[in-house]
């Protein structure tokens, strides 16, 4: 009798979990705004340029980097933007 109890527990609490992921999976459909296309850009290297100096190619290199970036943390605001819309 013992074990017929701890089947029926297990099949609730399996249930439970199987409802709780649906939900939350049709809550994270819903919550999300689209990706903007402008995240999904990459900026390209800096071409290296023959007979150049290293140096020139090491700071043009540096400034894509740091759009890159610029881009990543726009994307990231865009959507704390979004969470902080969602919660008002």
Do not use: I
Request: charged share 30%; net charge negative; glycine share 6%.
């Amino acid at each position: 009798m013992t074990m017929t109890f701890a089947g029926c527990a297990d099949r609730r609490v399996a249930d439970l979990l199987a409802s709780a992921q649906s939900k939350g999976q049709a809550q994270a459909a819903d919550n999300l705004a689209p990706w903007p296309a402008e995240c999904e850009r990459k900026e390209p290297h800096a071409p290296l340029v023959t007979g150049g100096e290293v140096r020139t190619a090491l700071d043009r290199e540096r400034d894509a980097l740091e759009r890159q970036w610029a881009l990543g943390d726009a994307c990231t605001a865009f959507y704390k933007d979004q969470q902080a819309e969602r919660a008002k």
